[in-house]
């Protein structure tokens, strides 16, 4: 098999798992009502803390005119909270209310068993093995 050949094959093969991963992710955090931008930026400011609101759509890959208008949605729902800058009035903080953090706390655990199920058909050595070589394909872009 040519060069060529292989590379369109995994090219497929690693499209259909994206779109595999992509739907049971969604399902996951639509059991919260949130869909997966808002549970992106939610991750985010859960992991990392307060986050420049210009800076999120650079971290979790969504167009910076969506991230406005995902922001005001979790403000609307109470989930996180939107703040001017101290040292820059043109620019705005995101962070998680108390009540983003506590509906982090109780979901985040349970995604990241969602997480695990999708790769428990690999054991530890493969995982490693997969993230090396996504890393190295990543890298030569």
Same mark, same amino acid.
């Given at each position: 098999?040519?060069?060529?050949? =292989?590379?369109?094959?995994?090219?497929?093969? =690693?499209?259909?798992?994206?779109?595999?991963? *992509?739907? %049971?992710?969604? *399902?996951? %955090?639509?059991?919260? +009502? !949130?869909?997966?931008?808002?549970?992106?930026?939610?991750?985010? !400011?859960?992991?990392? +803390?307060?986050?420049?609101?210009?800076?999120?759509?650079?971290?979790?890959?969504?167009?910076?005119?969506?991230?406005?208008?995902?922001?005001?949605?979790?403000?609307?729902?109470?989930?996180?909270?939107?703040?001017?800058?101290?040292?820059?009035?043109?620019?705005?903080?995101?962070?998680?209310?108390?009540? +983003?953090?506590?509906?982090?706390?109780?979901?985040?655990?349970?995604?990241?068993?969602? =997480?695990?199920? =999708?790769?428990?058909? !690999?054991?530890?050595? *493969?995982?490693?093995?997969?993230?090396? !070589?996504?890393?190295?394909?990543?890298?030569?872009?």
């Amino acid at each position: 098999m040519k060069n060529t050949e =292989i590379a369109l094959r995994n090219f497929i093969a =690693i499209m259909r798992t994206k779109d595999s991963i *992509e739907k %049971v992710v969604k *399902e996951d %955090v639509k059991k919260y +009502g !949130l869909n997966l931008t808002e549970f992106a930026v939610l991750e985010l !400011l859960y992991s990392k +803390g307060e986050q420049p609101i210009q800076q999120i759509a650079d971290k979790i890959l969504i167009a910076s005119s969506s991230t406005t208008y995902v922001v005001d949605k979790l403000v609307a729902k109470n989930l996180v909270d939107r703040q001017v800058s101290p040292n820059d009035r043109r620019v705005y903080y995101a962070k998680l209310t108390a009540h +983003g953090q506590k509906l982090m706390d109780e979901i985040f655990p349970k995604h990241t068993l969602t =997480i695990q199920k =999708i790769f428990s058909t !690999l054991d530890q050595q *493969e995982m490693k093995q997969l993230q090396r !070589l996504l890393l190295k394909v990543n890298q030569a872009n």
